[in-house]
């Protein structure tokens, strides 16, 4: 029988120092503040939500603007969720002026209330819900209900999760 082959995808989870990732950052009692998604290992750009709506996040560039460690997550998946997850960011991308970021989502996910407004996403909720597009991506709540560290620790228990690499900046 014919192995299927196998691709990797990188979830990078990252905080940033201006004032609404601070207010999380300690309302949280710390952890991560930004996820971001990239389906090449070794690219420079990732994709996202923050302020500016649906965006290429180049975080290397940021520099003083990152908290001090960041994590990627190695996740391995099929050739199909990768052409299923390719498909989804090149039509985002494609109309990428219709999406929004939505502050508000995060509000109720603080409050644990399951909230989805379209074309409205939080980075950790977009993330989500492009991961479950994944086989073998199990996630226990529904996208809205994820915050950045909250992600990141129901991923770490995922058999996909093939390395985990911790970054300073």
Known sequence: MEE?????????????????????????????THAAVSLEEGSDYYYSFNRKGF?????????????????AFH???????????RKRLAEMEAASGRYRYTRLGVFFCLLHIAWKRKRCYFCSQFVSELLELADGIQLRKQPSLYLPDQLAEELSGQACVKRIEFQVV
């Open 75 to 85: 996740l391995e998946v099929s050739e199909e969720s990768y052409q299923r997850m």
């Open 4 to 32: 299927q082959k196998k691709r990797m995808v990188v979830v990078l989870f990252t905080g940033y120092r201006d004032l609404f990732s601070s207010f999380l950052y300690h309302i949280r009692n710390r952890g991560y």
């Open 55 to 71: 965006r290429r996040e180049y975080p290397k560039r940021y520099g003083g603007r990152l908290r001090e460690q960041s994590a």
